[in-house]
């Protein structure tokens, strides 16, 4: 079994084993974080319009509880999320023309000014028309 982990990680199929559940108290740390950084915030403007003052802002305090949060929040997200995988187009388009690989049907549009040039050309006079005016 040894072995084949070994053969396994050499081909990268093997996951690194991490403490997901630490970050994912983070993450849920720091949403709380800015959660709590919003209801702040409210019972602030309700504080303001009980003493009748204008709002001029959040105090200081609530700027650093959302700038905490969304650090822990990233860090989180960051530790949480899987390893990168290598893209490897040398795999996949090794058999394929270069014509074969960058032709997309789905932006060719045949509507455009060329068939309208095309019908200019052919009714003016002296561009080799072959119609004759009586």
Known sequence: AGQEQVARAKQGMVK????V????MLLFLGLCALLHAGYSTIQYRRYLRMVDQDYTGSPLDVHL????????????VVGIA????????????????????SFRPEFMTFNHRGRVLGLL????????????TN
């Open 16 to 19: 690194k084993n991490r403490n």
């Open 121 to 132: 050309s052919q009714g003016a006079p002296g561009q080799g028309s072959s119609k004759k």
């Open 82 to 101: 899987d390893d990168l995988e290598p893209v490897r187009l040398a795999e996949t388009y090794h058999d394929k023309a270069l014509d074969d690989v």
């Open 65 to 76: 509880e959302c700038l905490i949060g969304c650090a822990l929040s990233l860090l989180g």
């Open 21 to 24: 559940f630490g970050y994912q």
